[in-house]
């Protein structure tokens, strides 16, 4: 029993170091981590915008693994009906949970004019998703 006791406290000794790069959530990242762009799986756009109110569109998908966390996205207006968003994670290196992360996120898009609108989420890998919604 002894022995078992000095093997668990002398592993959890050796693995502290590698704790020391996680953060918690809410907390600044470490200065390592890096930030990737990552794909949509998908995109709900919520009917009723009109030329006065923000659109926005909520995003969804999943994280590789634990060290993903949620950055950003970025919206392009490539022109006054076409838009192109791209979202982005930052990974901090350590030890990680070897699950998928689900993530939901809301993306706003800003006042649009009156028409036919197409968002366009790209990936890392130049593929894309693309969802076509109406503002009134």
């Known amino acids: 029993m ?4 000095t093997v668990l406290l002398a592993a959890l000794a050796l693995s502290l170091p590698s704790f020391a790069n996680q953060t918690a ?3 600044p990242p470490a200065q390592n981590t890096k930030e990737v762009s990552i794909g ?3 995109a709900y ?3 009723g915008f009109d030329s006065t109110t923000e659109a926005y569109v909520i995003v969804s998908g999943m994280f590789n693994n634990g060290c993903y966390q949620w950055s950003r996205a970025e919206v392009r207006h490539v022109d006054d009906f076409n838009h192109e968003v791209s979202t982005f994670a930052k990974v901090s290196p350590g030890m990680c949970l070897m699950v998928l992360v689900p993530y939901q996120k809301e993306v706003k898009l800003g006042t649009l ?3 036919k609108h197409i968002v366009r989420f790209v990936g ?3 593929t894309y998703l693309e969802k ?3 503002v009134e």
Do not use: R, Y
Not at 2 to 5: C, E, I, P
């Open 2 to 5: 002894k022995l078992a006791s």
């Open 25 to 27: 959530p809410g907390q």
């Open 124 to 126: 890392g890998d130049a």
């Open 45 to 47: 756009v919520p009917a």
């Open 40 to 42: 949509v799986s998908e």
């Open 132 to 134: 076509t919604f109406e």
């Open 113 to 115: 004019k009156s028409g």
